[in-house]
């Protein structure tokens, strides 16, 4: 009897890269993780060493091949790639190596080279063309500084050998061993290069960061046939068919296939994002625009999102800064020992502010300490934190496509939490349905590259599963008392908003 075939994911994550396996149902069948060191040199300032991501990606890869049998080995019939996204590399055509670090999402050392931009007078036309803002978050000023401060990545642009890539872009070079140097049109939408609308490279912001056109990956659809995994890695063979940036692969892992499904996933950082269908919805409150994913024509499903950049780093920072918590699930445990935060109100803005403040000089706070003020509080306190930056986006997303977003869709580590969620269901009022598997992003890209493949008919046939197994969290605050607990928020959040002036 012939093995069910198998999907492989590929999720190359801040932290870690993970490999995974998923039948046709999107069932985890099985999953092997590496770890991945994030690299502080300056304050505001994160990078990594590209080849590490690109090893243990392989390194993951490796320990899940050896949990399947011969037999589930044989079935695994298609590969997707989701990733971490905005993240920049720039490599040499010739011999593939790094022209400088990896400059990650958080990274916010181009805060001048955004700021001139925005003194040029070019982010009306940049944010209609891509939906983005001109913040450091995106991938356009990471290239010109790497240009600018990288003799390496210089001299091989002016030698024609230079290729840029967000993550996807880098693995998928390495996996193909050169052969394919793209961009799926999720990620590239996240670089402040594509026009939103046409689904294109923007030539003339090439030319303000100084990137000539050769060296932009082709921009492809998120479903396709992407090449085979070369001989000599693990999973030699298997055609790589779906790309997509990890936050619209979880909206997808999530099935919130219909217009107004929201998912919000808590990793490094927290992500909404809202389903728009075919509209590209703009926001005036600091959400983004942004595509969500293409069929294999490259038709596009759009989303609205809100990005946070410290949801995880929170709990990383009471384990490793603070030594409150030994391991990041101590967090629930002290925090559930105390009934409340005991008035503890604490921002999570270590790197900056995302949406809707879009200020990289913004940093956290921790405000209402008293003498009675227990580690429990503080726990309770960086949940909430989390919670209430999120019901924030919420807030602004349900303005902006003019209804309630009714349920909220939650995924990522942070989601084991149940203080963590049964505060964001209190700061938003909404129902938090929590599934039985956090790995929505891996999940998400097995699908799609299953679609590709004929193994899936259809991803809506599996919208009746998602409630199987799930828990709801009720809010139990009522308006008043989540008024107040909002007014207080907003006002420590100006403060960490004014903190260097």
């Given at each position: 009897?012939?093995?069910?075939?198998?999907?492989?994911?590929?999720?190359?994550?801040?932290?870690?890269?993970?490999?995974?396996?998923?039948?046709?149902?999107?069932?985890?069948?099985?999953?092997?993780?590496?770890?991945?060191?994030?690299?502080?040199?300056?304050?505001?300032?994160?990078?990594?060493?590209?080849?590490?991501?690109?090893?243990?990606?392989?390194?993951?890869?490796?320990?899940?091949?050896?949990?399947?049998?011969?037999?589930?080995?044989?079935?695994?019939?298609?590969?997707?790639?989701?990733?971490?996204?905005?993240?920049?590399?720039?490599?040499?055509?010739?011999?593939?190596?790094?022209?400088?670090?990896?400059?990650?999402?958080?990274?916010?050392?181009?805060?001048?080279?955004?700021?001139?931009?925005?003194?040029?007078?070019?982010?009306?036309?940049?944010?209609?063309?891509?939906?983005?803002?001109?913040?450091?978050?995106?991938?356009?000023?990471?290239?010109?500084?790497?240009?600018?401060?990288?003799?390496?990545?210089?001299?091989?642009?002016?030698?024609?050998?230079?290729?840029?890539?967000?993550?996807?872009?880098?693995?998928?070079?390495?996996?193909?061993?050169?052969?394919?140097?793209?961009?799926?049109?999720?990620?590239?939408?996240?670089?402040?290069?594509?026009?939103?609308?046409?689904?294109?490279?923007?030539?003339?912001?090439?030319?303000?960061?100084?990137?000539?056109?050769?060296?932009?990956?082709?921009?492809?659809?998120?479903?396709?046939?992407?090449?085979?995994?070369?001989?000599?890695?693990?999973?030699?063979?298997?055609?790589?068919?779906?790309?997509?940036?990890?936050?619209?692969?979880?909206?997808?892992?999530?099935?919130?296939?219909?217009?107004?499904?929201?998912?919000?996933?808590?990793?490094t950082g927290a992500f909404l994002v809202v389903n728009t269908g075919n509209d590209i919805h703009r926001s005036s409150d600091g959400l983004l625009?942004?595509?969500?994913?293409?069929?294999?024509?490259?038709?596009?499903?759009?989303?609205?999102?809100?990005?946070?950049?410290?949801?995880?780093?929170?709990?990383?920072?009471?384990?490793?800064?603070?030594?409150?918590?030994?391991?990041?699930?101590?967090?629930?445990?002290?925090?559930?020992?105390?009934?409340?935060?005991?008035?503890?109100?604490?921002?999570?803005?270590?790197?900056?502010?995302?949406?809707?403040?879009?200020?990289?000089?913004?940093?956290?706070?921790?405000?209402?300490?008293?003498?009675?003020?227990?580690?429990?509080?503080?726990?309770?306190?960086?949940?909430?934190?989390?919670?209430?930056?999120v019901a924030t986006l919420v807030e602004l997303a349900e303005t902006s496509i003019g209804h309630e977003l009714g349920e909220l869709a939650v995924?990522?580590?942070?989601?084991?939490?149940?203080?963590?969620?049964?505060?964001?269901?209190?700061?938003?009022?909404?129902?938090?349905?929590?599934?039985?598997?956090?790995?929505?992003?891996?999940?998400?890209?097995?699908?799609?590259?299953?679609?590709?493949?004929?193994?899936?008919?259809?991803?809506?046939?599996?919208?009746?599963?998602?409630?199987?197994?799930?828990?709801?969290?009720?809010?139990?605050?009522?308006?008043?008392?989540?008024?107040?607990?909002?007014?207080?928020?907003?006002?420590?959040?100006?403060?960490?908003?004014?903190?260097?002036?």
């Amino acid at each position: 009897m012939a093995h069910q075939p198998l999907l492989l994911a590929l999720d190359q994550g801040t932290s870690s890269s993970r490999a995974a396996v998923f039948n046709s149902e999107g069932q985890l069948i099985a999953s092997c993780s590496a770890p991945l060191t994030i690299e502080y040199p300056e304050d505001g300032w994160v990078q990594q060493n590209p080849i590490s991501i690109w090893d243990s990606q392989r390194q993951a890869m490796t320990g899940l091949e050896k949990q399947l049998t011969p037999e589930q080995l044989k079935a695994v019939v298609t590969c997707g790639i989701t990733n971490q996204r905005e993240t920049t590399i720039l490599w040499r055509r010739s011999n593939s190596k790094p022209c400088g670090p990896a400059l990650v999402w958080q990274d916010g050392r181009t805060t001048k080279i955004c700021s001139q931009w925005k003194s040029d007078g070019l982010e009306q036309e940049w944010t209609h063309r891509t939906g983005l803002l001109l913040d450091p978050y995106f991938s356009a000023s990471k290239i010109q500084w790497l240009l600018m401060h990288c003799p390496e990545a210089a001299e091989a642009l002016s030698q024609n050998d230079l290729c840029f890539g967000t993550v996807e872009s880098w693995l998928l070079w390495h996996l193909t061993a050169g052969k394919c140097h793209y961009s799926d049109m999720s990620n590239a939408s996240r670089t402040l290069l594509m026009d939103l609308e046409t689904r294109e490279w923007v030539e003339p912001f090439c030319d303000v960061i100084g990137l000539r056109k050769e060296c932009l990956p082709e921009l492809v659809p998120c479903r396709g046939n992407f090449g085979n995994i070369q001989t000599g890695l693990p999973f030699q063979g298997v055609p790589v068919q779906a790309l997509l940036g990890d936050q619209q692969a979880a909206t997808l892992g999530q099935l919130c296939l219909e217009k107004g499904e929201a998912k919000c996933t808590y990793g490094t950082g927290a992500f909404l994002v809202v389903n728009t269908g075919n509209d590209i919805h703009r926001s005036s409150d600091g959400l983004l625009s942004t595509l969500g994913w293409t069929d294999a024509k490259g038709t596009p499903t759009y989303c609205l999102e809100g990005s946070l950049f410290n949801a995880g780093t929170v709990v990383q920072w009471l384990r490793d800064g603070l030594q409150i918590i030994d391991k990041a699930d101590q967090v629930n445990v002290i925090a559930e020992e105390e009934e409340d935060s005991g008035g503890v109100i604490f921002v999570p803005a270590f790197t900056g502010w995302g949406t809707p403040h879009w200020d990289p000089s913004a940093r956290g706070l921790i405000i209402g300490l008293t003498r009675d003020t227990r580690k429990g509080h503080i726990a309770k306190a960086a949940l909430e934190g989390i919670a209430l930056s999120v019901a924030t986006l919420v807030e602004l997303a349900e303005t902006s496509i003019g209804h309630e977003l009714g349920e909220l869709a939650v995924d990522g580590g942070a989601a084991a939490s149940n203080s963590l969620l049964q505060a964001q269901a209190n700061s938003t009022g909404l129902q938090v349905r929590r599934p039985v598997n956090l790995e929505s992003t891996a999940r998400g890209i097995a699908l799609l590259a299953g679609v590709q493949a004929g193994i899936i008919n259809d991803l809506k046939d599996l919208v009746s599963q998602r409630r199987i197994g799930a828990e709801i969290f009720t809010p139990t605050l009522d308006l008043l008392a989540r008024q107040k607990w909002r007014s207080n928020w907003d006002e420590a959040v100006k403060r960490s908003l004014k903190w260097h002036e």
